[in-house]
């Protein structure tokens, strides 16, 4: 997160930078996961399994994930978490 940038601001920079996907932020949650913020974004992308080029060098490839990757950042308890969460009793950021 860049000095004076709200965290739906990075989680929105961060999916462009490194998906070249555009997003809009419905909702965030600091109480989801501890440490960190979780932003629910609406994207106008049709899901798809095919994968795209990252406009960022460092990374090879990004597509829609339609099963959970075994070696995900989060534990299984963390996604479920994320999965199952009640969006409506978290901090909405429009409509």
């Known amino acids: 997160m860049n000095q004076n940038e709200a965290p739906e601001e990075a989680a929105l920079r961060e999916l462009y930078e490194e998906t070249g996907v555009l997003g809009t932020a419905k909702a965030i949650d600091a109480n989801l996961i501890q440490g960190g913020h979780v932003v629910l974004a609406q994207v106008d992308v049709s899901v798809s399994p095919e994968p795209w080029k990252s ?6 490839e990004v597509g829609w ?9 989060w534990g299984d308890e963390e996604i479920e978490k994320i999965r199952n969460h009640d969006w409506s009793t978290s901090i909405s950021l429009g409509s």
């Not at 406009?55 to 090879?60: L, M, R, S, T, V």
């Not at 994930?65 to 950042?73: G, K, M, R, T, Y």
């Open 55 to 60: 406009p960022d060098d460092a990374i090879e």
């Open 65 to 73: 994930c339609l099963q959970l990757p075994e070696n995900s950042a």
